[in-house]
Nanobody, 115 residues
Framework: QVQLVESGGGLVQPGGSLRLSCAASGIAFRLYAMAWYRQAPGKQRELVATITSGGSTNYADSVKGRFTISRDNAKNTVYLQMNTLKPEDTAVYYC?????????WGKGTLVTVSS
């Protein structure tokens, strides 16, 4: 059974930082491309960052220079380091695993950026 479990969300002030984690089980993690998506209230889900099985990364323009995606294949975990957070970063953040067009999703973790 495939499971992706996100953690690390919470309430943070503007300008602050959070690190999200996504622990995967039931898949050959090292073979999968991993990604973080987010969905703000009333908006569509959007891609935030991706990391390939080889470690190449890509980011949405809105988070470039502020967010960093990384992976630890030994721990079957992908991370999203989020710095200089803005109120518009408020959303539920979802972990995604993809291989050969098959996607798995976590249930999400809420990030709220507010003073």
């Amino acid at each position: 059974q495939v499971q992706l479990v996100e953690s690390g969300g919470g309430l943070v002030q503007p300008g602050g930082s959070l690190r999200l984690s996504c622990a995967a089980s039931g898949i050959a993690f090292r073979l999968y491309a991993m990604a973080w998506y987010r969905q703000a209230p009333g908006k569509q889900r959007e891609l935030v960052a991706t990391i390939t099985s080889g470690g190449s990364t890509n980011y949405a323009d809105s988070v470039k220079g502020r967010f960093t995606i990384s992976r630890d294949n030994a721990k079957n975990t992908v991370y999203l380091q989020m710095n200089t957070l803005k109120p518009e970063d408020t959303a539920v953040y979802y972990c995604n695993a993809e291989l050969a067009f098959v996607h798995y999703w976590g249930k999400g973790t809420l990030v709220t950026v507010s003073s």
